[in-house]
Each structure stands twice: as C-alpha cells, then as structure tokens.
C-alpha cells in the first residue's frame, strides 16, 4: 500500500511540475535596436504600454537647458535652432558649442549685430545681422555648405579655415562645450 501511495504521490507531483506557473511579477524589456538601452517595465496587465527614448530625441530639452543654464539670449530661439541646425543635417550643439566660445552665447557681441558666432568679424568689418533667426539661418548653412560639405567635420577641423590663427584653443573649448552637452 506504501509503494501504491508513493507511486501516486510521484505522479502527482511530476504532472504539478509540468504545470505553467503564472507570474505575477513584470518583465523586463529590452530594446535589441536601441543603442541607449532605453527599456520599460511590462506588467502582466491590460493597459501596458513601452516606449523607446533615442539621443536624438532629448538633443532640444539638452539645448534648451544648456542655453537656459548660461541666460543666454539664445533661449528663446532655442527651438528654431535646433531645427534650422537639422535641416542643414548639423548637430545643432555645435551651433551651440561655436556659440559659446565665440560670444559666451550671445553676451559678448557687436552691438545690433545679431552675431553670435564671429560670423564674418575680422580686420576688414563685421558682418551684422537683422536678427538671431537670420544669424542661424545663416551660420548653419555657412556651416554645413562650406565646413561639413568639404568633409570638415570636428572642431578641429572646423578651426582651420573658421579661425585660423588659433593655437587650438578654440577647437578645444568647442569641444569642451559639446562635452558638456553630451
């Protein structure tokens, strides 16, 4: 009778262990496409959801905050920034950055000129815009035509023909600057 009961009992209790147990716990996810490694909680409950946060999405909070940081008379251009810097395919902390280093980001500029950027100030005149929107506009096509369309692509680079009597100063405190953005 004792090897009947056993017998039963291990049955039993091989059958519970081929059961699926349910969780309760929430999974984890994992984003496999998204280099940030962004992931979601996913309870086992309706209403779920997930969300994948890349770096170009957080590039206007970073600008705003940086620029906001700095009292910058930027601020409120911010967003026209970011996007005319894209449409020139730039990154536009590096409008930011060049910003920055050439007017600690618009404080120290020519008066009525606009030009944050050292834009066209050298021995011969300053060039002078009629607002931060027209200096964007043109800088970043400045840019991206006459820099990154000749393969001039880093601060270092960029100071060979933007400023070059540098001694590389200013391609360090640019990158100082984007550093910081990072």
Not at 49 to 55: G, Y
Not at 117 to 137: C, D, N, P, V
Request: a negative charge; glycine letters at 6%; proline letters at 6%.
């Amino acid at each position: 009778m004792a090897l009947v009961t056993l017998f039963l009992s291990l049955g039993y209790y091989l059958n519970l262990a081929q059961l699926k147990t349910v969780s309760f716990r929430p999974r984890i996810a994992f984003s496999s496409v998204d280099p940030v490694g962004s992931h979601a909680v996913l309870p086992e409950v309706l209403g779920a959801f997930t969300f994948s946060v890349k770096p170009a999405d957080a590039i206007p909070e970073i600008v705003k905050n940086y620029l906001k940081k700095y009292s910058s008379p930027l601020y409120p251009q911010a967003d026209f920034l970011v996007e005319t810097a894209r449409n020139n395919n730039l990154d536009p902390r590096l409008l930011v950055a060049i910003a920055q280093q050439e007017s600690n980001l618009c404080k120290k500029i020519p008066d009525d000129s606009f030009n944050c950027w050292g834009w066209g100030i050298h021995s011969r005149g300053t060039l002078r815009f009629a607002s931060y929107q027209e200096a964007i506009e043109a800088v970043a096509q400045g840019l991206s035509q006459n820099y990154f369309g000749q393969g001039l692509t880093t601060p270092e680079e960029i100071q060979g023909i933007y400023t070059p009597l540098s001694d590389g100063s200013w391609s360090k405190a640019v990158q100082q600057f984007l550093d910081e953005m990072n």
